[in-house]
Structure formats: structure tokens, C-alpha cells
């Protein structure tokens, strides 16, 4: 097994204000394996039934990407349809736990979000982004499709945003048009200007009415209550997908690109 799945990253500190900052991390540009994918939703799931945290920011390591997706390394490793789809569970897991939490959770995205990452700035409830997190939905290039993300994608940006970047599935879309189509609320041309505006927005939130901001989410996430069922039901689609000689083939020249 390859020391990338097993190496990465999360961490989480609660101030005196009821503020939470979750961060997860890995060396390869924040891509994540499945371990550290099910410690992140661990974490806020924990996090959401902890009655001291009152908000909740979610943010990456470093300077550079915000999350390349997921772990490539292991994606490779894939040889059975039930560890695909256990493989692709990964991030259905960490957008269903963002989903439940009761807490309003704040997206701070500082550089490019590939795949999952895209998934999980759209999970949170306010996103706010760098004018570098440019953003790219890449599955159809490597011979699947950005079907666990999708619901979560297609739920903040719409259909037609959503399908543009599954289908040209190799162009960066700029973050002012992320911006554009809803998936980031402000962009910020410095990470100091956007830690600021993080800082005051969470700030103004901890002092809130818990069981109101409790009560607004459920409102703003309301008809998905059936994603446990089809995100576990889209894992499996891009389980079997990863198995076909297509998709082995097109990993392979990803690899040698």
C-alpha cells in the first residue's frame, strides 16, 4: 500500500467563543485517502452534537490547494467493485455529515478545488474563496463521473453549472464564475482580506440563536433527506465504473501525463 493513503491529516480546536476550526491536510495538495476522509466526517459530526461549538469553519493546510479530490494513489489500488464503491463513499461521507450537522458550517477555500473538493465547498452553508480557488469537476477525464459530488454540486449551483463542469471535465473555471453560479459567496484577491471577513461573519454567528441557526439549516437542506441512500447509491455507480477496462486504461495515461 502506497505511504500517500496513509499519510495526511485532521485536526480541530474549539475557542472561548464557541468557534470550531476543523482543518484537514495532505503532502498532495490536500488530496484525500479514505481514512482521513472518514476522520473528517468523524470530526463534524462529533463536532455538530458538541453543545460548546456554535459554528464550525472548515478549511485546508497550507497556501496553495484547497482539495485536489481524492487520494489518486488509492484510487489505483481499486481491484473490486466493494472497495470502489467503499473507496467512493468517501466523500459522500464528509457531504452528509456537513448536511446533519445542526451547526451552520463556514467554507474557507484558499486555492484550486478539484473533484471532491468542489463537492465539499458546496456542502458547507457559506463558502467563502480566494480569487486562486479556481474549480474543476475532473472524473469524466479518468473514466467516471462526479457522481457522489453531483447532488451536492448541482443542490448549490444548479444544473446547468453543475453539467458544464462535468463535461468539459479538463478546463478550469475561474473563481468569480464559481462565484457567479453560487458556489462561493465573496472573493477575496488576498487570504488576509478572506480570514478577516471569515472571522467577523463567525464571530457575529457564535452570538446568535443556536436553535434558530439550528432550525434555518434544516430549512436551507430540506429535500435531502435521501442523500444517505443515493450518494451510497452513486459510490456504487463510480465503483463499478473504476473496474472497466476504459477507466484502467485512461488511469494509466492520467499517470503517465
Known sequence: MSDAINQGH??????????????????????LPGKILQKLADTITALGKNEEVKVIILKSAGEKAFCAG???????????LETGKNFFSGFAKVINACRKCPKFI??????????????????????????????KLSELAVGIGPFVVGPAVERKMGLSAMSQLAINASEWKSADWAKRKGLYTEVFDETEEMDEEIDALVKRLASSNPEAMS??????????????????????MSGKLVLSDFTVNAINQFKKA
Not at 485532521?10 to 488530496?31: C, L, Q, R, W
Not at 481524492?70 to 481491484?79: P, R
Not at 467554507?107 to 474549480?135: E, I, L, P, W
Open 215 to 236: 432550525m434555518l439549516k434544516s430549512v436551507f437542506w430540506q429535500g435531502t433527506e435521501h442523500w444517505d441512500e443515493l450518494l451510497a447509491e452513486r459510490a456504487g
Open 70 to 80: 481524492a487520494s489518486f494513489d488509492e484510487l489505483i489500488s481499486i481491484k473490486d
Open 10 to 31: 485532521v485536526e480541530y480546536e474549539i475557542n472561548d467563543k464557541g468557534i470550531a476550526t476543523v482543518e484537514f491536510g495532505h503532502p498532495m495538495s490536500n488530496s
Open 106 to 135: 463556514i467554507g474557507r477555500v484558499q486555492g484550486k478545488a478539484v473533484g471532491g473538493g468542489v463537492g465539499m465547498a458546496s456542502a458547507v452553508d457559506y463558502c467563502f474563496a480566494t480569487k486562486n480557488a479556481d474549480v
